[in-house]
């Protein structure tokens, strides 16, 4: 874990996670409510977010700013440098953005920071969680199709919990959840989950399959704690006409489809169960539960009743 969103000994967040958590509020979801100036790439001027008023109290300075997009273990920031381009008395310009990779934009920005110490100088976005519906998917995502079979992942899944996956079940598949899309993550396999769960059967033990090592690692787009593992067939729901996209932090992303096919409707959109290829529950070993569109175990009521973990939105708050 990154030292930027570091907690210390089961007390209050530190400095540094506070000041992430209020970038990535602001500019995931409160941005316009809030009268910053943002574009339809989700860029805001530095000088413009350090003046925010939950940044200002806190006296949140550039160089943590720069920290934040540095150790953030997810990548959830990026940073952009163009001084001569940049005002904070007009609109954000994120067009100016080189032609060179985000990741490498970033890099340069951090470069930057290293002599250039004036905030108005950089652009910040979120890369990827908004609920901001004037940031544009086309404008900040790279979008997966079948016409380029070697830029699809192999492996597009969410994670979830007990007592959410019969509510999933119950909708007819994944919805956004107050966010602009549903989240997946590329790791990991459902072969190596899979494997994890029959050692641990094998064995005879109890509790999470994959061990502590592999529950520290960082997967983008899912919490590491999820409970339900849904694989998704990428290539059926994209030939169903299912969007799917990758940020530039990795992230596959999903507004979903209406299932009644027409545009600009009032149905809400979702990921429908058919393009769900394996669902798997791998915090108990009970391994897979839905499978080619039939149910093949249905969870304990004891592992539903319980809740979502700690720091998880319930469904029907924010996401599933």
């Known amino acids: 874990m990154a030292r930027g969103d570091r907690r210390g000994g089961g007390g209050p967040p530190s400095r540094e996670v506070t000041v992430s958590k209020a970038l990535s509020y602001l500019l995931r979801h409160a941005a316009e409510r809030e009268g910053l100036k943002i574009d339809s790439q989700g860029y805001a001027n530095v000088a413009d977010v350090l003046a925010w008023r939950k940044l200002k109290s806190l006296k949140v300075t550039f160089p943590e700013i720069v920290s934040a997009v ?7 920031f990026a940073l952009l440098y163009a001084p001569e381009a940049i005002s904070t008395s007009t609109e954000p310009q994120a067009e100016i953005e080189a032609e060179a990779s985000q990741e490498t934009a970033t890099a340069q920005a951090l470069t930057a920071s290293a002599t250039d110490l004036t905030a108005s100088n ?19 995502l790279e979008r997966l199709t079948l016409e380029q079979p070697d830029k699809l992942p192999e492996t597009v899944v969410h994670g979830t919990f007990h007592s959410t996956w019969p509510l999933i079940l119950e909708s007819g598949g994944l919805r956004c959840m107050g966010r602009n899309h549903a989240h997946f993550a590329t790791g990991p396999s459902l072969s190596s989950v899979v494997e994890g769960i029959d050692k641990l059967n094998s064995s005879g033990l109890t509790g999470d399959p994959q061990g502590k090592e592999s529950a520290a690692k960082v997967i983008s787009g899912m919490r590491g704690d999820a409970q339900v593992l849904i694989y998704i067939d990428l290539r059926r729901a994209l030939e169903a006409g299912c969007p799917f996209w990758r940020s530039e932090n990795g992230v596959i992303l999903s507004e979903g489809m209406s299932l009644s096919g027409k545009e600009g409707g009032k149905e809400p959109k979702l990921i429908p169960v058919e393009f769900f290829d394996v669902v798997v529950e791998r915090k108990k070993g009970l391994g897979k539960i ?8 249905t969870l304990p009521d004891e592992l539903m009743s319980r809740g979502n973990p700690k720091g998880t939105r319930g469904p029907g708050k924010k996401r599933r």
């Not at 540095?70 to 959830?76: G, Q």
């Not at 839905?290 to 175990?297: F, K, M, S, T």
């Open 70 to 76: 540095e150790t953030s273990d997810k990548k959830r």
């Open 122 to 140: 950089y652009l910040i976005r979120a890369t990827q969680g908004h609920s901001i519906k004037s940031v544009e998917a086309e404008a900040l």
């Open 290 to 297: 839905w499978e080619a569109g039939e149910a093949l175990q």
